[in-house]
């Protein structure tokens, strides 16, 4: 492939005409730059991303950091990053770390030396002595929310409405006639995780029942939890008619504790899921969940990372909206 030094004489202008043309068209006649264009088009030349950005201390490459990629809510972030980032011209380099994310600070430090143009931190949220270690020098930085403090380096913030997440799906089997609707939560101290219960909460309040806390567990997102779970619930004296999961990995659980106890889901209890994860639409039957735009969020946090709003100056908050989807799992109570 032609070099841009061979583009410019073939063309005869400048190498500085030519890095114009591609940086800066508006300073560039219309004449030359169709000129240069045409040479270029001819020999096959494609800029290279990667000096261009090291010219201006930045490529365009980006960073994502995620945890557990096995787990169909973050490899739908991945997806929908990895095509945002194919559309915009740019590569996505992804780095995995694990539940308590040891790894991160030794990931951030590997994106700044690739020189990166943004770092997208879509991590579970990692611990406190762990997130202060964190050093994005001045590379830009995207964080999914999770209640942690913002880095100064961020652009912007993304997340979504965990607490309508929780407010609808209890809502659905309320409406349904449910009263005694066990709730399985997430892992403590997690802002989303709290937002999720006071969904649950609020609803049950609503319909003025106060007695909540008997039928509160505290969950991990795993599907195990899911499974021990709904086993120590329906085994209650007076067991619950509907579950809500924080996930549906633990609604998963669900429906082998109910196969263990010879239980039908929903004619002996319902279930309601949060996530939609693609695998839930197969179950059987299947699970009425509450629709998280996972993929969506890691488009948009592409296009963020790459054309941050320098006009206003200050981070950026997206909060995306969730939607209950009825499917199967959930009917009236039992009689």
Known sequence: MATIREIAEEAGVSVGTVSNVLNNPQSVAESTRLRVLE????????PSWVARGLAKGRTRMLGLIVSNISNPFTSEIVRGASEEARSLGCSLLVMTSSSDGREAPEHVLALRHQWVHGIFLASQPLPEDTYRQLDFGDTPVLVMDHGQ??????????????????YQATRHLLDL????IAYI???PGRSSTTQRE??????????GISEMDEWFVSGDYQTECGYQSTLSQMKRPDPPTAIVF?????????????????????????????????????????LTTVHVPTRELGRLG?????????????????????????RHSTAPPPH
Do not use: C
């Open 39 to 46: 040479v270029m088009e001819r020999n096959n030349y494609r």
């Open 302 to 326: 592409v296009q963020m990372l790459v054309d941050p709003d320098d006009k206003q100056r200050q981070v950026r908050s997206l909060v995306l909206p969730t939607a209950l989807v009825v």
């Open 177 to 180: 006639g449910h009263t005694r």
């Open 149 to 166: 403090t913002i880095p100064r380096q961020a652009v912007g913030l993304v997340g979504f409405d965990w607490r309508t997440a929780g």
């Open 246 to 286: 924080a996930n549906d990995m633990m609604a998963l659980g669900a429906y082998q504790a109910a196969a263990e106890l010879s239980l039908r889901i929903p004619d002996d209890f319902s279930i309601v899921g949060m996530d939609d994860n693609f695998f839930v639409a197969y179950l059987a039957p299947p």
């Open 185 to 187: 939560g997430g892992i």
């Open 198 to 207: 006071e969904g649950w909460r609020l609803a049950m309040a609503e319909a």
